[in-house]
């Protein structure tokens, strides 16, 4: 395998962060050639110097000068904003691109990578949710490979690998269940931003911890898979495994199911993702199947957790509807982090805009933008908050 060279968008996040984690275990494998994050100009530069990036963008313009003054001394070359993202993945220094920003702000980034014809490791859910047809007939005609960081999706990408002529009969998404799997609806009712926030397997960002806490993002994921996969939403299956051992699995015609098995950790997707089609040797612990006993699945419960349900009706119901539904999910969450509204609060927001928004069928990229702004300004109107 030759040496790849990656640019990283939100290399401060979780998936950035975990990210350069695999790239000190592989220094012969991996050189980073663009790091960019949004407000973390601390962590930014120091990212910068040790892998001794070729160019960095801080996203805030406010702190342009703090992070170029650190960098002058070490020659890396430092830019400001988000065009300057979008100019700089289509440098012909970079083979792959690992969009890690969080939210609808990374669609934006991830076009350009495409349109550049840059191999996108695709870690930012939001981008094939509120614009899932579009960005797939935009990668087909630019001829980019999107490959899957997300490690449930990275599982089913593993295991169609497995039978890549076989019939799939179905997909069956694994979740943890989150904080609030054993909870009654009136506890759930009552629950803060700090107890949604222990997730009792992974260690991620917090938009996405909530996410989980109220399962919208199975409901995001299943979005993804219709997309990634081209799989008809009736066959994508959601099941409860607290145990998280099981990433995903897919069921084949004969009744065959193939499943990825691994620890909770998202450096294996990720290393997955940068090396492909090499499995690369890692430091993460290994499965000791003897010491793990027994694992468990349950249907997850649609009266605790109604926002997969949203998530399906606003992916049936297509056109800009899973954008309008992303972008008010995206403020609320907001919204209940800063104790702004109730846990509840998040799925009435989302389904209140998804019937006050206006609906488009078929839209392309500029109406997509223009959708997360209208839905993102009801979220806010609906909760009071600016």
């Keep these: 395998m030759e040496k790849r060279h990656i640019a990283i968008l939100g290399s401060t996040g979780s998936i950035g962060r975990q990210a350069l984690d695999v790239v000190r275990q592989h220094p012969d494998m991996f050189e980073v050639e663009l790091l960019t994050a949004n407000n973390s100009s601390s962590l930014l530069i120091n990212q910068a110097i040790e892998f001794n990036a070729n160019n960095v963008v801080i996203c805030n313009e406010e702190k342009y000068e703090e992070v170029a003054s650190a960098l002058h001394p070490h020659y890396i070359k430092v830019f400001a904003g988000m065009q300057s993202v979008c100019d700089l993945v289509g440098s012909d220094s970079i083979d792959i691109v690992l969009t890690a920003m969080v939210g609808f702000s990374g669609l934006r980034s991830t076009v350009a990578a495409i349109k550049a014809g840059k191999t996108v490791a695709l870690a930012n859910k939001e981008t094939l949710v509120a614009a899932g047809e579009a960005v797939m007939d935009l ?33 069956h998404l694994t979740a943890s269940g989150g904080p609030f799997r054993t909870w009654t609806k009136d506890m759930m009712a009552k629950a803060t931003a700090e107890e949604a926030l222990r997730h009792p397997k992974w260690k991620m960002g917090s938009k996405i911890t909530v996410d989980s806490a109220t399962m919208m993002n199975k409901g995001l994921e299943i979005i993804e898979a219709r997309w990634l996969f081209g799989t008809d939403e009736s066959r994508i299956n959601v099941v409860v495994h607290p145990e998280s051992i099981i990433h995903s699995m897919v069921e084949y015609a004969d009744g065959t199911v193939m499943a990825q098995l691994g620890q909770p950790d998202m450096r294996g997707p990720i290393q997955y993702a940068l090396g492909y089609p090499y499995r690369l040797p890692s430091e993460s612990r290994k499965l000791d199947f003897a010491s793990l006993g027994s694992i468990s699945f349950q249907a997850p419960d649609p009266d605790r957790f109604p926002a997969m349900q949203l998530a399906r009706e606003a992916l049936r119901k297509g056109g800009n509807m899973p954008c309008i539904m992303n972008a008010a999910n995206e403020v609320a969450v907001a919204a209940f982090l800063q104790g702004k509204t109730g846990f509840y609060g998040i799925t009435d927001t989302v389904e209140k805009c998804m019937n006050g928004v206006d609906f488009v069928e078929n839209p392309d990229l500029d109406t997509i933008f223009l959708t997360d702004e ?13």
């Design 139 to 171: 990668a087909a005609r630019h001829r980019t490979a999107i490959l899957p960081v997300d490690s449930e999706h990275s599982a089913i990408f593993q295991c169609l690998h497995c039978s890549p002529e076989a019939d799939i009969e179905r997909i």
């Design 374 to 386: 209208a839905a993102a300004s009801k979220a806010k109107e609906i909760l009071g908050v600016n």
